[in-house]
């Protein structure tokens, strides 16, 4: 959480002082930090489809590019012969690479939370929040 700490409107300080009290005395795992799940664990996720949304200026865009990776590598191990070694050698870039039931999407000149943030302030939808709509109106 390097990238973007003077373009966003929250900063890691406060993002850690929030994260410790979502987590009080409860122990770190895959669940409450699913960032530090292993690519393997993702291979059994119960779901068909997942889109991933990040804005190029948030705090979190280093965090959410790792995250969407091991997602991407998880469920390509769940229906490939390729080992893990081989899968990420293919995934450099995330966007739109892997198995079509994991999109990840960055748009430009966005923070976090750009689609609540812009709705609550009244500005035009941004490319966040039409990547995400438009992938909800093909997956209902």
Not at 81 to 101: P, T
Request: hydrophobic share 35%; glycine share 4%; proline share 3%.
């Amino acid at each position: 959480m390097t990238s973007n700490i003077y373009k966003d409107c929250i900063d890691v300080k406060t993002v850690h002082k929030w994260s410790r009290e979502f987590l009080g005395t409860t122990p770190e795992d895959n669940y409450n930090v699913p960032l530090k799940a292993d690519p393997e664990w993702w291979s059994s996720l119960k779901v068909n489809d997942v889109c991933i949304v990040a804005g190029r200026n948030e705090v979190f865009l280093d965090d959410i590019v790792k995250f969407a990776k091991k997602m991407k590598v998880g469920t390509m191990l769940k229906f490939s012969s390729l080992s893990q070694a081989q899968i990420q050698s293919h995934i450099y870039c995330c966007i739109q690479v892997g198995r079509e039931d994991v999109e990840f999407s960055i748009s430009d000149g966005e923070t976090h939370d750009s689609p609540v943030s812009d709705t609550i302030l009244g500005f035009l939808e941004g490319a966040m929040i039409k990547t995400f709509c438009q992938w909800l109106m093909e997956h209902e």
